[in-house]
């Protein structure tokens, strides 16, 4: 997450990005409205930063938001919006989830977070997620390996088995590094299987279940695809590059949109252009530009860190899925998460 002097500085430069490159392409932007957020976080300033979605399978009414709060820990919100449950897990930055995730023996729904809280600065944040009644209960806060790296800021998960979990951590000088999960017993561990080096500060990541696919945001350079399989030789290929039009640096917040086995789209947030650009996963065509207006009670979106997508029939409105990313400026409240209807998405995507 950046500061507020340094996206002030990145907005300048790529002003004079644009004066300076004769792109190729040229960005329609389109809108959408948010019609739904979560309660402001406790804490002021540059705070909130990154959303998880369960979906509760068997009443996806009462399905689940997890969020950090960066100057405190996780909150947890209902799909109104409403703050239900929160733990102090430290300095989180970025956060995901995997259902169906075997901790100590027993199927659970496994949240975990990057930690900044010490010098160096490296945990990783596990939490299982309980549903009835609803919050985190805390099974560890694991050292990670900051040798000289940098602090850690990016996270995501891959679920390849229910007792198969990999995390994928990104450090702010550019590695990236995969840890095997040892869940198995009653204090989890974490094991560095696998550094991925690219040249600058990295944070947002996503991987695709389906295909085994990690998305990686290289901030000032673009999107990276790589293989999540920790024996994979294969090197990062640029999926999706800064033109300084379509997509502005700093990329942070990515996510996937599925669509059947492999295909669908990611979804980045363009930082300093208040935007988002959608790429098709498998052709990785720009499939729309778009930036989030308010409707109603609800503000309109700005300065966008992290994001999910969440795909199923949550229930009206959100009857096919919902998008739900970090507002910047939610002034005059504390910084929140907004709430964008699936079905309204896809129709300014073209996918329906």
């Not at 970025?94 to 809280?117: E, F, P, Q, Y």
């Not at 850690?152 to 995969?178: K, S």
């Not at 966008?304 to 409105?317: R, S, V």
């Amino acid at each position: 997450m950046t500061s507020l002097s340094k996206r002030a500085v990145y907005a300048t430069c790529s002003m004079i990005a644009l004066a300076l490159i004769a792109p190729t392409a040229t960005a329609q932007t389109a809108t959408i409205a948010a019609v739904r957020e979560t309660a402001p976080v406790a804490s002021p300033g540059d705070a909130a930063d990154d959303p998880a979605v369960w979906r509760n399978p068997a009443d996806p009414a009462k399905s689940l938001i997890v969020g950090t709060d960066k100057s405190w820990g996780l909150n947890v919100h209902d799909l109104s919006g409403r703050l239900i449950a929160s733990a102090p897990a430290g300095l989180v930055n970025n956060v995901d989830l995997r259902a169906d995730v075997m901790v100590d023996g027993k199927a659970a729904i496994l949240v975990a977070a990057t930690d900044r809280s010490e010098d160096p600065k490296g945990k990783l944040a596990l939490y299982a997620l309980e549903t009835a009644p609803a919050g985190l209960r805390h099974l560890a806060h694991i050292d990670v390996e900051s040798d000289g790296v940098g602090d850690v800021y990016g996270f995501c998960l891959w679920r390849r088995a229910p007792d198969d979990v990999f995390a994928f951590i990104a450090y702010n000088n550019g590695d990236v590094r995969q840890y095997a999960l040892d869940l198995s017993g009653p204090a989890p561990t974490a094991k560095m299987v696998r550094d991925i080096r690219l040249a600058t500060q990295t944070e947002g990541c996503v991987v695709d279940d389906r295909t085994g696919q990690l998305y990686v945001g290289e901030e000032e350079r673009g999107v990276w695809r790589i293989e999540a399989d920790p024996g994979s030789k294969a090197a990062p290929e640029m999926f999706a590059a800064i033109d300084g039009v379509n997509l502005i640096a700093d990329v942070e917040g990515v996510a996937i949109i599925p669509k059947g086995d492999k295909g669908g789209y990611l979804i980045a947030s363009s930082q300093n252009d208040n935007a988002y650009a959608v790429y098709d996963l498998e052709s990785g065509r720009l499939a729309r530009h778009f930036r989030i207006v308010g409707s109603g009670t609800v503000d309109a979106v700005t300065d966008t860190d992290g994001l999910e997508f969440a795909p199923g029939d949550f229930g009206a409105p959100f009857g096919e899925g919902f998008l739900i990313v970090q507002d910047g400026d939610n002034a005059p409240a504390n910084q929140n998460f907004k709430m964008v209807p699936g079905d309204a998405l896809m129709r300014l995507i073209g996918s329906k």
